[in-house]
């Protein structure tokens, strides 16, 4: 995804609103296990996390041993990782008999794949930290969309930066009627891909 300077600056402020709002601040560890590259959703959480002033360690994927290690050494606060991911590393933090109590983990941003309330209830219980859903699309901006937050099973969409519309399917015979709406979002001020 192409990014000029400004749009960099704008997603960066975006994903500091968010993490704020989920309860990252500047004294927080943010460890982000999302692969850096194409997928923009590393880059966008790394940027916001140095915004507030968190320090940030840039795991990226895999090697899970390690992942749980600096953990441990660097008391990671907040983990960035997809909700599966998250599972992987509480199935290996299990097997390897290490007390998630004595992680110093409080909050968990999660993207990058669908996911349940019953896994996001899972996360939560068995990681000891609040999880929240972050949906982003790079062509759009990047990981700033729908943000749930404190509040469970509600999206906020940051109303300064996105212009948001709802369709209604007229052919979604297949649908639930309370599912025959379609988002149409477009972010204001990027400026490559508008």
């Known amino acids: 995804m192409g990014y000029t300077k400004n749009d960099i600056k704008i ?3 975006l ?3 968010f993490m704020t709002a989920a309860g990252v601040t500047h004294d927080d560890v943010v460890q982000i296990a999302f692969r850096y590259g194409l997928f923009t959703g590393a880059f966008g959480v790394h940027y916001g996390a140095e ?4 320090s940030v360690i840039p795991m990226g994927t895999g090697n899970t041993e390690k ?5 441990q050494d660097y008391k990671t606060t907040v983990l960035v990782s ?3 991911y998250a599972i992987a590393l509480a199935d290996r933090i299990a097997q390897l008999g290490v007390d998630p109590k004595s992680l110093s983990l409080k909050f968990g941003l999660f993207g990058g794949e669908s996911w349940s ?3 996001r209830n899972e996360i939560e219980k068995r990681l000891l930290l609040s999880a929240t859903d972050n949906y982003g699309l790079s062509e ?11 509040v469970k099973k509600v999206c906020i969409f940051m109303k300064t930066h996105s212009f948001l519309r709802l369709l209604i399917l007229k052919q979604a015979r297949y649908c639930r009627p309370e599912a025959r709406v379609n988002w149409c979002l477009q972010h204001l001020p ?5």
């Open 82 to 84: 997809t909700p599966s």
């Open 67 to 71: 992942q749980i290690m600096i953990m």
């Open 117 to 119: 309330e019953k896994m």
């Open 11 to 13: 997603w960066s402020n």
């Open 190 to 194: 990027k400026k490559p891909f508008p």
């Open 51 to 54: 915004t507030i002033g968190a």
């Open 15 to 17: 994903v500091a609103r």
């Open 140 to 150: 759009v901006i990047g990981p700033v969309w729908p943000v749930n937050v404190r």
